[in-house]
């Protein structure tokens, strides 16, 4: 039989995102409405390994919905991905009778969970945090939603100093394996062309095509890239586009950090509230070591087994849609 769950620890790891703090809330007060234990461990999985865990009332969360970042920080520990360190964190864990475990982060957050619930008998539950959306198995994310729309209102001024000086910029937003943003903030704000990591860049089609907007007068242009698309970055992409265009006045702008910030939109913390009461559900029910999304506006449970082999695929029509409305 499966033990009952009556202490939960909740944790955030890997780089934050908008909405984690909602889901904390969440998880804490679903847990504390039905009779259990709550602790926040601080710093991701290097807490855990380190101790350093708190225990979390429903004022601890109190006035955070509307925060970014993380209350309970977050930091990288290369300690949990050995052996040792992640017996360390059970034993932590063991000894304050935490049994069950839930996860707020990445694709490598969701690693760090597989591993660990492999090896001992604390059943985890993943909640995508991430502002990338490159999970497989969930329409959102927490904090896309946020960090597009910061994109958004960044590229829409950028277009108006574009507009006062007849320049072309290249924008370069975040995006190291996956081109979510890019694509949606690029399409939502008029770019003539976007590159992302999922689709190799031809550099001349792209370069032909600022061409004839050239000789049409259109000197007004945006380029959104994704910091890992194929090419090397927004620097270099602007280095073969001054080279290729020397008439046109181009200027780089890279968004960098400000994307991971500010206050959650309304869209990241119903979503976060959303999966971070189900968290807890699941693991009252029984339903353990999976992660926890929303696909066609359902909860739908993935498991993170299955989770971290996995990436969100982008569909060859978004592409399509680019080019058709940058004509």
Known sequence: ??????????????????????????????????????????????????????????????????????????????????????????????????????????DGSFRGAQIFSNEFDIPVIGLPGTIDKDIAGTDFTIGFDTAVNTAVEAIDKIRDTADAHDRLFVIEVMGRDAGYIA????????????????????????????????????????????????????????????????????????????QRGGAPTCIDRVIASRMGYHAVECLMEGRYNVFVGIVNNRMCYTPIDEAVKKKQKINDEWMKIVKILSS
Do not use: W
């Open 183 to 258: 694509l949606h903030s690029g399409i939502a704000t008029g770019a003539e062309n976007i590159l992302i990591p999922e689709k190799k860049t031809d550099v001349e089609q792209m370069v032909a095509g600022l061409q004839e907007k050239e000789k049409r007068k259109k000197l007004v242009n945006l380029v959104v890239v994704a910091e890992g698309d194929g090419v090397g970055g927004g620097e270099e992409v602007a280095k073969i586009i001054k080279e290729k265009l020397p008439n046109q006045e181009v200027r780089l702008c890279i968004l960098g950090h400000i």
């Open 1 to 106: 039989m499966k033990q009952k769950v009556t202490k939960i620890g909740v944790l955030t790891s890997g780089g934050d995102s908008p909405g984690m703090n909602a889901a904390i809330r969440a998880v804490v007060r679903t847990g504390i409405y039905n009779g259990m234990e709550m602790y926040g461990i601080m710093r991701g999985y290097s807490g855990m390994v380190e101790n350093d865990i708190v225990k979390l009332e429903s004022r601890s969360v109190a006035n955070i919905i509307q925060r970014g970042g993380t209350v309970l920080k977050t930091a990288r520990s290369k300690e949990f991905f050995t052996p040792e360190g992640r017996q360390k964190a059970y034993n932590n864990l063991k000894k304050l009778g935490i049994n069950g475990l839930v996860v707020i982060g990445g």
